[in-house]
């Protein structure tokens, strides 16, 4: 009561200090706008939460079933209570790590070359042309490589197969490099054969992230790299890749998410198996989008629910992935604000 | 003044004549309108259910057929998403593979006969990098094959099965579907009918055991490619890469994909191929349920097909059906039935005359006839009655005969299991040849002709005259495994022969390589589109917004 007292004291001397009201009253169109956003926003978030709500929901009479089994079996035999994601989950990441692994060099040197080396002319053709490749429909890409790019890319295969096969990762079984009647079949069909398709649906958008952030490389810092006598590519690697570290790993797993989840490409190409398969050159593999789509039509009641249950695993996997990402994104110095 | 009345009158004229044009449309519309229908099923016969959707859209029918696999299509018509359903094999109330059973509600649904055909193995294999078209298969080859028992195409049982060729070392690569179909349910079925055995051993091998039976999803070990659908199949048999490769897939495939079909061994000692007119006579013996109160009534019992004592049988024939709805109900309502009904006669009666042409038989005279009384249960179906003779099927004869069983050609006596071999293609390949050592051996010096023949001979007609020394010539030759990117043989394996079977296989080499031709042409124009059609957008885009500020 008396520390009131004190403060009250002086302002019966002067006027109060009240601050000057700034903001003018918000008009009918800046509140319908607030109300707006803020309803799409909420949608966004309600369109999720029921996702996430309506496969747990039809997932559950799977799990009840199944319990741990379920992440540790490879069968898919749901009719029979013998199923788990053990494979197909093995698969999506082992799919998805190539596609990342091939796509982040490629974006990430397109991103630099679009933004930093080449002439301002050049510039918007070629995030056009990369745009457009983000806009072919993943169907046309599978069926191109199905057609087209597998049989290109086997050489590719049997090159990697012939020479590191010394590797675990890379054996390919009944792959026999010295003999003229070697079936190149072998090599088809594989992960790493979708891992790179699905690389080149990926590759624009971490692409496209990348050049965002590169091009807010502060205009200060690049000449100052430059005055101090670095040559373009110390420029690049003192200051353009530091700053845009976030938005590199942010794309990268933006990019992830979305090869994790890619379906018809890889269902047009992979043959599909349900062991756990680590020869990501061998023929054969599998993804749980592939298995949902190659398995959703002939299945009713329990076997949809155990679909629902692999589309649930696949749904939280994602959002982990995407959480991750957007968390490197808004922790980064490109990410949290511009400062040039 | 005057451009006022002459608009206004302008526009009450063009309103006239859009309502006289509605009120003609609207007129004219009730009496010929059919509603869109919907099917989704069997791939096997997806050419010949797709080519009578395509054919009915000039009576203003149209129909969806969505090639998704049996499996698929008796599904979407349990789940009511389909107007009507194609399937091989029936409702499956007691699955033998341990998948769910199927329960469609009693009296909810008809099963007609749509078309015939054979499932047959379409291969891509190359001897001396010349495409084999006459390849020949017993059915236990077959079903070793398919279950991984015999793994190269050099395997001793099949050279009993191929006297005229020298398969190569190479390995065999059976190709299956990897979604529900009744292909696969069809195969596995035949397979336990007569090579249980083998069938069995495989099945515990691949982790199915104990539920052992007839199954529409082909159980998958490594070393066997699985793809999605006729189409996948066939595709993926037909890539360059795939050579050894070999896949169970409808006939027509086959020919659309323009490879050839094993040839099969039937229990008369004749390797068949499923020609239109061979299926036709093998179906003679296909045991239909005639009790019209069966929920079965049409359906086939196909053991009489697989051990028919013809010639001419092809053992893998069988008929696909159509499942019709006989209430309404899911998007299904009378409206539909009319369009269901008059496709159904449609599918019935014209279009059986062109099966023939697209690799499918046509239906004999008595399922049609209990097709069109199945037909009337359709809800909404406008009946007809059609004279059986108007539809022109090349089956129907006046006395009843199946006139294309009756007629078919007896196989020529180079198909019998023996040491000859016929030379002729079979499949989409049927008009090139494939040289056989069995000319060679019948005139030449006996025992080690047969392997200088295949490996100089199979080759063109241009390269005739170096083929005819190359099978004189490597008489003594030994086993010649040529390299099949240069097709010579390794130095001095082919023996005292080695320098003629160059020679001929030099020729083949000039004779293939053929210099400009509109194929390279054909190759840069496509190259320039494809260039184009990724440079002018941007181009394009790049030129349009030159005027605005940046």
Known sequence: ?340 | MTTRVRFTRLVAVLLATAFAGASAVVGAAPSESYQRISGSGSSWAAGAISSMAVNVKQFGITVDYNPTGSSAGRSDFLKGVVDFAASDIPFQFKPEDGSAPERPAAGSYVYIPVTAGGTSFMYNLKINGQRVTNLRLSGENVAKIFTGSITTWNDPALKVDNPGLTLPARKIVPVVRSDGSGSSAQFTKWMISQHKGVWDSFCTRSGRAPACGFTSFYPTVPGIIAQSGDLGVSGYVSQSFAEGAIGYVNYSYAIGSRFPVAKVLNSSGYYTEPTPEKVSVSLLKAQINTNAASDDYLTQNLEGVYRDPDKRNYPLSSYSYFILPTKVGGTFNTAKGKTLGAFAYYAMCQAQQQSASLGYSPLPINLVQSSFEQIRKIPGVAVQDITIASCKNPTFSADGTNVLAKNAPLPPECDKQGPTQCATGTGGVNSTPTATASGGATAGSGTGAGTGATTGGAADTSAGTADAAAVGGDGSGGECVPDPDTGLCPAGSGGSGSALVQGAVTTTLLSNAGGWSSSQTLMIVVFGLILLLILAPAAAWRHLSRGEPR
Request: with cysteine; aromatic share 10%; charged share 10%.
């Open chain 1, 1 to 340: 009561m008396s520390m009131t007292m004190v403060y009250a004291a002086p302002a019966a001397d002067l006027p109060a200090p009240t601050p000057r009201q700034l903001a003018a009253p918000a008009g009918v169109g800046d509140k319908i706008f607030t109300r707006v956003t803020l309803l799409t926003g909420l949608i966004v978030l309600g369109v999720m939460a029921a996702v996430g709500l309506f496969l747990s929901i039809e997932a559950s009479q799977a799990l009840r079933s199944t319990g741990t089994s379920f992440l540790t079996t490879s069968e898919w035999f749901p009719d029979r209570n013998q199923f788990g994601i053990a494979a197909v989950l093995t698969g999506t990441v082992a799919i998805a790590v190539v596609a990342v692994g091939i796509a982040l060099p490629l974006s990430m040197g397109t991103a630099l070359f679009i933004t930093q080396v080449a002439p301002p002319k050049l510039r918007s053709t070629l995030v056009s042309l990369v745009d457009l490749m983000a806009a072919v429909p993943s169907v046309l890409y599978g069926l191109w490589g199905l057609f087209f790019f597998q049989g290109q890319v086997i050489g590719v295969s049997r090159w990697i197969s012939t020479w590191f096969s010394w590797i675990p990762l890379f054996r390919v079984t009944g792959a026999e490099p010295g003999s003229p009647l070697s079936n190149q079949t072998v090599f088809t069909a594989s992960a790493f054969i979708a891992g790179v398709v699905v690389s080149l649906m990926v590759m624009p958008i971490q692409c496209s992230i990348m050049r965002e952030v590169f091009s807010q490389v502060p205009i200060g810092e690049r000449e100052g790299a430059y005055a101090l006598g670095a040559t373009r590519w110390g420029m690049i690697r003192i200051v353009a890749l530091p700053f845009g570290r976030g938005g590199i790993i942010g794309g990268t797993m933006l990019g992830l998410g979305r090869a994790l989840g890619e379906t018809i490409a890889v269902l047009l190409i992979i043959s599909p198996r349900f062991d756990i398969n680590f020869h990501i050159l061998e023929a054969g593999g599998n993804s749980v989008s592939t298995l949902i789509a190659l398995r959703y039509k002939e299945a009713t009641g329990f076997g949809l629910s155990a679909l629902m249950a692999a589309g649930l695993a696949l749904f939280a996997l994602t959002l982990v992935v995407n959480f991750t990402a957007s968390a490197f994104v808004a922790r980064s110095r490109s990410g949290a604000s511009s400062e040039a």
